[in-house]
């Protein structure tokens, strides 16, 4: 099985302030990474896919980097609505798994 | 446009069968390269796939929970459904379908079912 590890658990910012998130994997999973969006009380929905392209509507403030088994979701300057849960998902093989995931709160 | 919607029981007994339906509007279950899956989410918890299922029936399940699951899907009702055995309290989720599609990632959700093991 693939281990995603996320990081950090937390990251509290100000709207209008560049969120970094990072994703590592237990092994090479290549570009095959997505990321998702959840809030509280909806099903997450598809941000970033194959590392790096953003996903149908998502807004360009968006980006996805990386390679092998680091990778790095950013948002260049964080809107109220962006503040969420943020997980990873590889699909290098089909045992798919998710990372333990990411909450962007308000400062 | 693509809709998903689940349905089945919200309460299960221990070491009963869990039973889901997901049923897709909008858009053609036999679209070949797609495939349908689910994924559960424990409160408060993070995400964990499950299975998936193509529209000509090649399955892919979750190892830690193989043993115990059966996916199948019927084209002809445009829904595919999930079949849990055994459950106990950690079984206790809200049970997503999704889609995966052309992003080879999962691109359509349903709104999620909470689905809760208890005697």
């Known amino acids: 099985e693939i281990v995603l590890t996320q990081s950090p658990a937390t990251l509290s910012l100000s709207p209008g302030e560049r969120a970094t998130l990072s994703c590592r994997a237990s092994q090479s999973v290549s570009t095959y990474l997505a990321w998702y969006q959840q809030k509280p009380g909806q099903a997450p929905r598809l941000l970033i896919y194959?590392?790096?392209t953003r996903a149908t509507g998502i807004p360009a403030r968006f980006s996805g980097s990386g390679s092998g088994t680091d990778f790095t979701l950013a948002i260049s300057s964080l809107e109220p609505e962006d503040f969420a849960f943020y997980y990873c998902q590889q699909r290098r093989s089909w045992a798919f798994t998710f990372g333990g995931g990411t909450k962007v709160e308000i400062k | 446009q693509l809709q998903l919607q689940e349905s089945g029981p919200g309460l299960v007994k221990p070491s009963e069968t869990l039973s889901l339906i997901c049923i897709v509007s909008g858009d053609s279950i036999s679209d070949s390269g797609d495939y349908w899956g689910w994924i559960r989410q424990p409160p408060g918890k993070g995400l964990e796939w499950i299975a998936s299922?193509?529209?000509?029936?090649?399955?892919y399940h979750n190892p830690s929970l193989d043993s115990r699951l059966t996916i199948s899907i019927d084209t002809s009702k445009s829904q595919f459904s999930l079949k849990l055995s055994s459950v106990t309290a950690a079984d206790t989720a809200v049970y997503y379908c999704?889609?995966?599609?052309?992003?080879?990632?999962?691109?359509?959700w349903g709104q999620g079912t909470l689905v809760t093991v208890s005697s």
């Open positions: 299922i193509e529209y000509a029936g090649r399955t």
């Open positions: 999704a889609r995966r599609g052309e992003t080879n990632h999962f691109d359509s």
């Open positions: 194959d590392a790096s």
